[in-house]
Each structure stands twice: as structure tokens, then as C-alpha cells.
């Protein structure tokens, strides 16, 4: 098996000519720009997954959105989005049963941007102004639309179960690049 590197190892510098080849030039070029696109899609990604807006708010401001979310928001995402956004069945890539999720968002990008309801493609969808109108069958309320902007101006809280280690937050980039 040796030789057969050898040889592959030698057809290949053949191959890429000279030191300074326009093969060669080519090659590491190609290289370089396939590396730097995959670290740009995984930092984009891995930065809306990992890093969270609560730091933001005070203990009871975040008590409050939590509230707001049980309240008001998880019911609406629920009964409105959860039929086709949710564990089941993912249309667009896009589900909404996470705050990770939404955060990673479907084929179109981001579902939410926290502290920034008005770009935000959640609420654009359900707003209904643009090319993307959701719910497909009828409309959220005007409450009910509010209430998620308010939430996703919260800085969109979830509240969470456990706090996750390295390898956790690891397997949840991964996920969402993926």
C-alpha cells in the first residue's frame, strides 16, 4: 500500500506541475476558498446557536418574557406552526418546537433574531406583507402577532431544562449546519 501512495503522491505533483504551475496556483486557490466558505457558514451558524441575548436583561426581565412565551407564544407556535413546523414534519427545514431551531432557522435562514422582531422572518411571514404568508390557512390575530414580536424584542426567551456542556453546544452547531 505503500508505493501505491507513493505513486498516487507522485501522478498528482505531476499533475500540479512546478512550483509555480497555474495548476498548481489553481488548486490551492480552489482549496483556500472551499476552506474559508465552510469556516464562514459554520461561524455564521455556530454564533446564532451559541450565543444567547439574556445576558441583556435583568433576572425579572427575563421572568417576564419567560412568562409571555408560556402564555402566549408556545401555544401560538403550537397550534398555528407545529402541524408543519414541528418534530414530525419540518417543511423548509424550518421548525419551531426549539428556540435552537428557530434560531438556525429552515432553508430561508433564521426563523427569529432576537432584539430585532422587525427582521426577523417569523414575523414577516405572519405579518403577510412580503412573497412568504404564514400560517397558509388564515391569519394570526393581531395579539397574537404582537405577542411574538414582543417576545422576539425580549431577546426571545426559552426557558430552559438544564444548562448544556461543550459537547452538547458542539452536536447543536453541528445540527444546525447540517
Partial sequence: MGNWVKSSWAKFRGF???????????AVTVAFLGFFAVVTLVAQRASRVLL????KFTAAQRAEGE???????RPTLKRKCGKCHGEDDSRSGLR???????LCGGH?????????PDHSLLILAVLQTGDLKMPRRGKLSPEEI??????IKDGAPWPQT?????KDKFAKVVDCIL
Fill in 16 to 26: 500540479l506541475g512546478g512550483r509555480n504551475s497555474p495548476a498548481k496556483k489553481m
Fill in 52 to 55: 444567547t441575548s439574556s445576558g
Fill in 67 to 73: 412568562q409571555l412565551f408560556s402564555d402566549k407564544v
Fill in 96 to 102: 419551531v418546537d426549539s428556540r435552537d431551531a428557530l
Fill in 108 to 116: 430561508r435562514g433564521p426563523a427569529i433574531t432576537p432584539g430585532q
Fill in 146 to 151: 404582537q405577542a411574538l414580536s414582543d417576545w
Fill in 162 to 166: 438544564s444548562t448544556l456542556g461543550w
